[in-house]
């Protein structure tokens, strides 16, 4: 865990959940992804209201990961980066921030991590507001990690107050029919995903299916061919089985190959 010099171990974040997350990405020695994970960064800020410090450029973070991870001997990882208010005498728009990341090594960021089991959950859902897209505190995930460890799952289905899709616990959810990727819409619920983005996008420019962000009712899982779970904080996991339904990973994994070799 690294930290910033300021770093209190009573802040925000401990005391209110006060914080936002951002994983940045490194791939063979590299920062990928840097300007949209940093631009995801500043939005999830300014969404939560906190007091941007004007050394928050694309170039200090690019050099904070350089010096402390890259340099470090990291040569593929997720780091996952969590900005807190500190405690002052300020008003909360106007309090310091201060940072913490920890360092998540793995063999490709691109590539698949695992494939899961998964079910999903009734007994919560989640809201579709304006913080529904970024990573906050959330009690649901936690509720939700705790179902599946006790039911020996590796995910589960998030559904909002519609009783439609939003998410699962770490990342988005695709669904692939025929030539169609389906996953919900932002405003069901779901993640913003520099990592998502990227892999649809290059998806729809290689014409390896079309992409439909939609509403999907839990049902719908059923009917697919396969499933994948895109997380930022994990990475890309193909989904083996729901409930009674079995799932292939073929025609996700070709598409992952032709995306991280691309």
Known sequence: MYSS????AINHAFLNGD??????????????????CYFFLMASMRKMRMNIPLSYTLEYFQNLFTNEVIE??????????????????????????DFVFDIQPCQDVLGLQKTVEMDMIKEIN?????LSN???????NLYAQIYAQENDLQDLILLNPNKRIARSIYGNILLLQ????????????????PLMEHFITFVHKSNLAF????????FETQKADEILVISDEIGLCTVSKIRNKTFGNERFTDMITQWKNG
């Open 19 to 36: 914080s936002v997350k951002v994983t940045f990405f490194i791939r063979n020695g590299a920062l990928i992804l840097a300007e949209e």
């Open 178 to 193: 025929d030539k169609y990727i389906r996953l919900p819409k932002q405003s069901e619920g779901a993640y913003i995903s």
């Open 126 to 130: 989640l809201n579709t507001n304006l």
């Open 5 to 8: 010099n300021n770093f209190q």
């Open 211 to 218: 992409v439909e962000p939609t509403e999907i009712t839990g």
């Open 134 to 140: 970024i990573r906050t505190h959330c009690p649901e």
């Open 72 to 97: 470090k001997g990291h040569q593929n990882a997720f780091v996952q980066f969590m900005v807190y208010r500190t405690i002052d005498d300020l008003p909360l728009q106007k309090s310091k921030v």
